[in-house]
């Protein structure tokens, strides 16, 4: 039987993240919530509602968040880990179609895709995610049209080739470029898009900034390397 897990990234959810837990107490799933150094209730309200707490005694960074939960999942022999928010943008019933997917797919990594509905999605994060998109699109020579989201089924063959370096948003876009360019397939699938005015937590200098690092560490150097060899 396929042992599947939700990883759930968290930091300062008190609010969000037992909604979020009652609703997917139903699916019979296990549920890994990484509590990213909240100095609120996060961890409590998760194991309250069963969920496996992993816990940074200091806020590192997403995606240090979401590897970590890679690790327990991996020690764990997980077969599947899909990946959610913990701020409610994510909707639980939406995980049997990336179950759905991955029984009849060989594809190594499904992302849910909102931009085929993105009425309720606010201007700015529109706009942002399709320049993202469009040029991770570019970078991994494949068509992946919502880039940003963070609600995806990762399988434990892919886990366990993909050599993570980074710690914070800009994790996600890694992944799907060191995938790419090991030629691993990125599928997507359409998921609902979940807004209630939420702020983003992304700082677009900051985060930008950490992206055209990664950009340059993962294809300025491979190109320096071609040159120099």
């Known amino acids: 039987m396929n042992k599947t897990c939700v990883i759930i990234p968290t930091y300062n959810e008190s609010k969000k993240i037992g909604g979020l837990l009652l609703q ?34 200091k806020n590192r960074g997403k995606g240090a968040a979401l590897l970590n939960g890679f690790t327990h999942a991996l020690k764990q022999g997980y077969d599947t880990v899909i990946t959610m928010d913990g701020d409610g943008q994510h909707d639980p019933d939406d995980i049997s179609i990336f179950l759905d997917k991955a029984s009849v797919s060989g594809d190594s990594i499904i992302i ?7 009425k309720n999605m606010p201007l700015d994060r529109w706009l942002t995610n399709k320049v993202m998109s469009w040029f991770i699109s570019c970078l991994s020579r494949q068509v ?15 886990l366990e080739k993909l050599y993570l370096r980074t710690s914070n948003y800009e994790t996600e876009s890694e992944m799907l470029i060191k995938a790419s360019r090991i030629g691993l397939k990125v599928v997507s699938v359409n998921i ?21 690092k990664l950009i340059f560490r993962e294809y300025g150097l491979r190109d320096s390397k071609k040159k120099n060899g």
């Open 144 to 158: 992946i049209p919502d880039s940003q989201c963070g609600f995806r089924l990762l399988k434990k063959d892919t």
């Open 192 to 212: 609902k898009t979940i807004y209630k005015g939420e702020r983003s937590r992304i700082n677009p200098f900051i985060d930008t900034i950490r992206f055209l």
């Open 24 to 57: 997917l107490s139903g699916k019979k799933i296990d549920i890994i919530v990484v509590d990213d150094g909240s100095n609120d209730l996060t961890a409590d309200i998760a194991r309250e509602h069963g969920a496996h707490v992993i816990r940074n005694l």
């Open 112 to 118: 849910g895709n909102r931009m085929s509905e993105p």
